[in-house]
């Protein structure tokens, strides 16, 4: 499905991106993870072309989607949604239309000016809302709704265009635990029930662990994990973090620490 072949990107002398090749044949589940600078933004921002590489090639069914030009590689960005941590929604817009905004790509410029909409594609928009349970918050602006919520607009967004792949570059470095799993929930339910392929950068080994059939492992730009969840051990995960000996997995977890937790039981107790 997805071959990608000695990609590489430098930025002035250092490549933020090296010599990397990986194959993906079916629409996997895969998390890329890795310290701060790894190359893990770098790479996702080539695949979908807002980034050039520069040397290498990404095939996808026979194309090297690295050499598209002009409408054939807004087609692909279309064919590719891209989910970041910032949700990148317009905050002041309701969120039907932020979702209907997906389409962008095909439409008139003077349409999207008038916020003029087909029905069907309303409809649509509706529908996508309604999947991932936030139907009720079509008209709000977008501003209003919470972290996890506006995600979930930005995921019906991206749905809207149909995607073969979902990129997903730290959906939920921004939210709450609680928040958090709905977001990554909802990814998974799309990658299971549409067998749309998920990329996603995350920066926790739980979450990897938890909702990845693959887990490619980034340091200084190379690839020095593939493998499952299963094979991503704590001695693994200190090689790829490239921390020492007190390398510590709760330092990389986005699970409810217990001290908070007592904390909140604590407050409560004094306050009632
Ligand atoms: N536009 C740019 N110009 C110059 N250097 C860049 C640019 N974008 C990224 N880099 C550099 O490339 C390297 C990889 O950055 P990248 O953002 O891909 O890392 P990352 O793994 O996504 O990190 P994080 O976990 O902090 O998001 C870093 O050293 C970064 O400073
Ligand atoms: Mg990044």
């Not at 919470?146 to 921004?174: C, H, N, T, Y």
Request: hydrophobic fraction near 45%; include cysteine.
């Amino acid at each position: 499905m997805l071959e990608v072949r000695n990609v590489t990107r430098i930025f002035g002398t250092r490549a933020a991106v090296d010599n990397i090749s990986f194959t993906i044949d079916r629409p996997a589940f895969v998390g890329i993870i890795g310290r701060s600078g790894a190359g893990k933004s770098t790479f996702l921002r080539m695949m979908n072309r807002l980034t050039d590489a520069s040397s290498g090639q990404i095939m996808v069914e026979g194309q090297d989607i690295l050499s598209l030009r002009g409408p054939a590689r807004r087609a692909w960005q279309s064919h590719c949604a891209m989910i970041f941590q910032q949700f990148n929604l317009v905050p002041r817009m309701d969120v039907a239309s932020n979702v209907l905004h997906g389409l962008l790509n095909r439409r008139s410029t003077l349409a999207t000016m008038f916020n003029l909409w087909p029905r069907n594609d309303i409809l649509r928009a509706l529908q996508i809302l309604d999947r991932l349970g936030i139907a009720e918050q079509a008209p709000k602006r977008a501003e209003a709704l919470s972290g996890g919520q506006q995600q979930r607009v930005a995921i019906a967004r991206a749905l809207m265009q149909d995607p073969k792949i979902i990129l997903a570059d730290e959906p939920i470095a921004s939210l709450d635990p609680m928040n958090a799993q709905v977001v990554m929930d909802t990814l998974k339910r799309i990658n299971i029930e549409d067998g749309r392929m998920v990329i996603a950068n995350l920066h926790t080994l739980d979450t990897a662990r938890r909702y990845c059939d693959r887990v490619i492992g980034m340091r200084d730009g190379r690839i020095v994990f593939d493998g499952t969840p299963a094979q991503l051990s704590t001695g693994v995960a200190r090689d790829i973090y490239g921390a020492d000996a007190s390398f510590n997995e709760a330092a990389t977890s986005t699970a409810i620490p217990a001290d908070t937790a007592a904390d909140h039981a604590y407050a409560e107790r004094l306050l009632t």
